[in-house]
């Protein structure tokens, strides 16, 4: 009774879905951030389960680079949240049309 | 009339439940005794002999007191918050081994599951801070934060030391690797390593002198300042459930776990008494120091004790390296 | 899976424990609320405001260097796994890698970053 | 209307948001007492501080006005309650400067010794309460607290013996004190200032040794001289900010001229130079104690007989102000008499009052964590400055 | 058993996403995030990926912790996503368009299911370590300098005062 792995990819599927739908939908630049981690994990999961289909280490070291990639991410994209919000002093990224301040 | 092996886990998962609270509720009097011989004192002593009975006590009153829920708290955060922090302390001990066998799961990954889960504790915390609605827990939130994951490095170094060492992430094996010799007992590399897990531990349980999270004569009682009754009782189970988990992490990691003279059923007994040990060095300490401001808690642990530990960490993985062939 | 089996029940007993603690406490415990107990503690005054309030930013830059450190703390775990099997040069790698997240450090610690002012 | 006082807290500031205003106090585990501090920090740092005081005010000048100047010494006493022979003597000093009462010599030197044994007292409470406000109750501080209190102990237990109380004594009356040594006494004295003697060797090694103590109190809440003149602080604080002050020597009374003893000073003006000004203090104290223990005379105790009535002591109409050194500073009370047997007006000069009127100047900048740090070294008692 | 087990985590994870996306207090989606990261690491588990289960916790533990921080800082009273959406027409598509992107995907997983080579079952981790030092050495040795720019750029973004 092992799970398939299709239901792993169709999970990844659905995440990744509502990750995008989330960037989209809200305003606030930070559930926007957190909208986009959960597209970033939903891949990462598809990229394991392929990982555990082909019986290679690749997919999950793949996975670990995402992660560095991600802790950096995170890092340079608050600290970019931090200047945005220290000139403007709003939280829309309506606002952000200009790609200056 | 042997049971289906689901049912023997759940039992031995009870058992140990009720071990780890009814360890707790022990090693709070054990503490208080301690302190109380510190403090030239007697310390709790009228219920039952020699004040044995005051932990049930305690239990009895907190499950009897009224819980307030301050009417300008998120509830549900608030309420789901002593179990969100109960459960990464408590589950901590699942990867322990108390003996050769005598543990729940053994895993081939126990020190990183140790570290993964007990820096989840902070999600608790923050919840609690932050449910309040309180100012008090709220800036003990924030400080929470800040200490917590500034002596998170610290710490998974300073347990990373043991591991390479021992080659192996199996708590068991890393107590099979100090056969020979305990790794505090390593010239410098060892003591050194026990040290700053000591003094990482110290801030990562918020212990005095770092306990800048519950600082009681300044945020009152910190991020559990709005919590009564069984909820508080649940923070603080989790809580030295948390301190006791990383004792006996400590004697497992430093001082050979349930190596020890005599025959190998009294092994258990030796491991608690080691942690039993730390337990009490990180009381002494707690007991004899003023607190230190949170500028300083974080200037300590990212200027002085994150590369010492780094740097310690590589000495000990060149003298590995070197020792086991001198390159391929 | 079967190594994580026992975690797993010891997890949901965990989570049954508190429950059923705060289950017998709601049943023994009296309940007399009424609205000034209900208040937020602030030493015995009216709370001024909520809690809730925007905390200042320029405190929490370690923050994010921690989030780099933390990955450099995930990247040491394998490789001192495989150290004895391969030995020093695995060992010149990560003195690598310490060597040059170490620069990143000693900016930050130029920078004044790890100092919270 | 909490959220628009919150809004209101927010645009308060210059232009920034990121504003919290929150009490501290009045029940607050270090008030010491009933202070209510509304801080506004920034994060953790205090940009703003507001005291709100008079949780304990019972009226005590009305009290002086309406009680007899031979019920007031025991009522005196109740200002400054934690050093209460300190306040019974200011007042009863005062009724003697405007009286032109003498008091007999041997009187004199059981006020001197009364006097001291309370400074050791008050010290040891302050030592305690000051390393729990740093320490936390449930850590080292509560630790040092308990050895305090216990030294603490000792010197109550010799007030009991002489007075028959532990706290509020009456000890003072107009003309000289109301009870004599008994016997055996000071042989008991002289025993529990050996042992404090040696404690006090003791607190030092374990406090100045600590790492963690030096950076909490060294360089944090520095009082410069000029601002500690400009304000009007007395006591350890000014003596701890390079003032060389102290009423028992600037203006000796009750004989202090007989003594010989030494006053403290330091000039870094910290947390950490009040902390040696008042450890230093502790050994003169118990030198002075000595002193007068060596150089008793006989004699009478009062120049008055004991009481009959309240009314019995009557001043002649006139006004005068004495002050005395109290553990924590300058304490003055001002007489104004009219001939009756009760004052005019009584007015008093609490030391902590004046002591406390410097936090505004000084926790400005610091953490949360200072200001218990700062507020312990300032060593308030909020039944004097309440009264 | 695997299958329920899988169908529980699979559930907490989409609900706690959905929660994420739908609350309106960052906080909440804060908390929300953890629980999905959390059954995420769950399902590495029983795809055999333990070691990255683990590092999940512990990376994204840290991150979150540092996105409650900055949850925080930006929580302006009243002010959170209120007042007149400026462009409600277009957030409006979001959702036929990510239910699109959603079929499509499902699409895919539909046609990849059963074709390929059969399941090998997962690598363990002592593979990975290995790989990680000896195949992915370089990618391996450059995280660092990644890492580094990181560092720098945080800095450098964030010291900075408005002009």
New interface residues.
């Given amino acids: 009774m092992t799970v398939p792995d299709a239901w792993y990819l169709g999970l990844s599927a659905v995440l990744f879905a509502i990750g995008i739908v989330g960037v989209i939908v809200r305003r606030n630049p930070l559930v926007i951030f957190m909208s986009i981690e959960l597209a970033l994990n939903a891949a990462n999961l598809a990229l394991v389960t392929f990982g555990a289909r082909l019986g290679s280490p690749d997919g999950q070291a793949l996975v670990f680079f995402v992660m560095a990639v991600a802790a950096a991410e995170v890092g340079v994209g608050l600290a970019i949240i931090v200047v945005i919000f220290r000139s403007r002093h709003r939280l829309s990224v309506d606002d952000l049309s200009l790609m200056r301040w | 009339m042997t049971l289906p092996p689901i049912a023997q886990t759940a039992v031995a998962a009870f058992v140990l439940l009720n071990v780890v609270i009814g360890l707790v509720t022990y090693v709070t009097l054990l503490e208080r005794k301690f302190a109380a011989r510190m403090q030239s004192r007697i310390g709790p002593y009228y219920v039952g002999p020699h004040g044995l009975l005051q932990p049930i006590a305690d239990a009895l009153k907190l499950m009897m007191k009224e819980d307030v829920v301050p009417s300008s708290a998120d509830r549900w955060v608030y309420n789901l918050a002593p179990i969100a922090f109960l459960v990464p302390c408590v589950l901590i001990f699942a990867t322990l081994p108390f003996a050769p066998g005598l543990g729940l799961a053994d895993l081939n990954i126990g020190v990183l599951f140790f570290l993964a889960v007990s820096s989840l504790e902070i999600v608790g915390l923050f919840m609690g801070g932050w449910g309040s609605n309180n100012k008090y827990a709220m800036l003990s939130a924030m400080r929470g934060v800040n200490q917590i994951i500034s002596y998170d490095l610290p710490f998974v170094f300073a347990a990373l030391v043991p591991v390479v060492l021992a080659g192996s992430l199996q708590l068991s094996a890393i107590v099979t690797a100090q056969q020979g010799l305990w790794f505090a007992a390593y010239p410098v590399i060892g003591q050194l390593g026990f040290i700053a897990y000591l003094v990482a531990t110290l801030a990562a349980e918020n212990r005095v002198p770092f306990d800048i999270l519950e600082a009681e004569s300044e945020l009152v009682a910190g991020f559990r300042v709005e919590y009564s009754g069984m909820k508080f009782a649940l923070i603080q189970l989790g809580e030295y459930a948390h301190i006791i988990a990383t004792s006996y992490l400590g004697a497992l990691l430093f001082l050979g776990g349930w190596l020890g003279p005599g025959p190998a059923w009294l092994g258990a007994g030796w491991f608690t008494l080691k942690a039993m040990l730390v337990f009490l060095l990180l009381t002494w300490v707690r007991w004899s120091f003023v607190r230190i401001r949170v500028d300083q808690i974080l200037a300590i642990s990212w200027k002085l004790m994150l590369p010492a530990t780094v740097l310690l960490l590589l000495v000990t993985a060149f003298w590995v390296a070197w020792r086991s062939g001198g390159g391929a | 899976?079967s190594?994580?089996?026992?975690?797993?029940?010891?997890?949901a007993?965990?989570?049954a424990?508190?429950?059923v603690?705060?289950a017998?406490?709601?049943l023994?415990?009296?309940?007399?609320?009424d609205?000034v107990?209900?208040?937020?503690?602030?030493?015995?005054?009216e709370?001024?405001?909520?809690?809730?309030?925007?905390?200042?930013?320029?405190?929490?830059?370690?923050?994010?260097?921690?989030?780099?450190?933390?990955?450099?703390?995930?990247?040491?775990?394998?490789?001192?796994?495989?150290?004895?099997?391969?030995?020093?040069?695995?060992?010149w790698?990560?003195?690598?890698?310490?060597g040059?997240?170490?620069?990143?450090?000693l900016?930050?610690?130029r920078?004044g970053?790890?100092?919270?002012? | 209307m909490a959220d628009a006082e919150a809004r209101k807290v927010i645009e308060m500031g210059y232009g920034g948001n990121e504003r919290l205003a929150m009490n501290m106090g009045p029940q607050h585990p270090s008030a010491h007492g009933v202070f209510r501090a509304i801080l506004t920090l920034e994060g953790e740092t205090v940009v703003g501080v507001d005291a709100v005081i008079g949780y304990l005010h019972r009226c005590h000048e009305k009290l002086g006005e309406s009680l007899t100047y031979v019920q007031y010494p025991s009522i005196a006493s109740k200002t400054d309650y934690v050093a209460a022979m300190t306040a019974e003597l200011a007042y009863v000093a005062a009724v003697e400067k405007v009286g032109k009462i003498e008091v007999p010599k041997r009187a004199q030197y059981l006020r001197v010794l009364a006097a001291e044994l309370q400074r050791i007292a008050s010290h040891c409470l302050w030592l305690g309460t000051w390393c729990l406000d740093m320490g936390g109750a449930l850590g080292g501080g509560a630790t040092v607290f308990l050895y305090c209190i216990r030294e603490r102990e000792g010197v109550l237990d010799l007030f009991e013996a002489l007075t028959g109380a532990r706290l509020l004594y009456g000890f003072h009356q107009v003309g000289g004190v109301r009870y004599d040594v008994p016997a055996g006494w000071t042989q008991n004295v002289r025993e529990t200032l050996d042992l404090i003697d040696s404690r006090v060797d003791e607190y030092e090694a374990m406090l100045e040794g600590n790492a963690f103590f030096l950076v909490r109190t060294q360089g944090v809440g520095t009082i410069s001289r000029e601002l500690a003149m400009d304000v009007g602080i007395s006591g350890p604080l000014i003596r701890g900010s390079g003032v060389n002050y102290d009423v028992r020597r600037a203006e000796p009374y009750s004989s202090y001229e007989d003594f010989d003893f030494k006053v403290p000073v330091e000039t870094a003006g910290d947390c950490y130079a009040r902390y040696r000004v008042r450890m230093q203090e502790f050994r003169e104290s118990i030198k002075i104690c000595r002193q007068v223990l060596d150089g008793l005379p006989e004699g009478p105790i009062s120049s008055r007989p004991g009481v009959k009535s309240v009314g019995q002591v009557r001043v002649a109409k006139g006004e005068g102000y004495t002050r005395v050194e109290g553990a924590r500073g300058e304490i003055g009370a001002y007489i104004v008499a009219d001939g009756g047997p009760k004052p005019y007006r009584l007015k008093w000069r609490g030391a902590s009052f004046s002591n406390l009127s410097i936090l505004p100047h000084i926790l400005i900048g610091t953490k949360v964590a200072d200001v218990v740090a700062i507020m312990g070294s300032v060593d308030p008692v909020f039944g004097e400055v309440d009264r | 058993m695997a299958r329920a087990a899988f169908v529980l985590v699979a559930l907490l994870a989409v609900g706690a996403a959905l929660g994420l996306v739908i609350k309106k207090n960052v906080i909440h989606g804060a908390m929300f995030l953890v629980v999905n990261m959390a059954s995420i690491a769950a399902l590495y588990y029983m795809l055999g990926a333990e070691f990255l289960a683990v590092a999940q916790i512990v990376v994204y533990a840290g991150a979150i912790m540092v996105l409650f921080i900055f949850a925080i800082m930006f929580l302006i009273p009243g002010k959170d996503e209120t007042g007149p959406d400026p462009r409600r027409w277009q957030r409006a598509l979001a959702l036929p368009l990510g239910a699109l992107l959603l079929i499509l995907l499902l699409a895919v997983v539909a046609a990849v299911r059963g074709t390929g080579p059969p399941a090998a079952g997962p690598a363990t981790s002592g593979a990975l370590y290995r790989a990680l030092l000896t195949d992915y050495l370089l990618p391996f040795e450059l995280t660092s300098i990644l890492l580094l720019a990181a560092i720098v750029g945080v800095m450098v973004l964030a010291k900075r005062r408005p002009g």
């Fill in positions: 899976m190594a994580y089996l026992p975690v797993a029940i010891f997890a007993f965990i989570v424990f508190a429950v603690s705060l017998v406490a709601w023994l415990r009296p309940s007399r609320p609205p107990k209900l208040m937020n503690y602030e030493c015995g005054a709370p001024i405001g909520s809690a809730w309030v925007q905390v200042p930013l320029g405190f929490y830059l370690v923050a994010l260097i921690f989030i780099v450190f933390d990955t450099l703390a995930v990247f040491m775990i394998p490789w001192a796994l495989v150290l004895r099997t391969a030995g020093l040069p695995a060992f790698v990560m003195a690598g890698f310490v040059i997240i170490g620069l990143g450090w900016y930050a610690y920078e970053v790890l100092e919270w002012k």
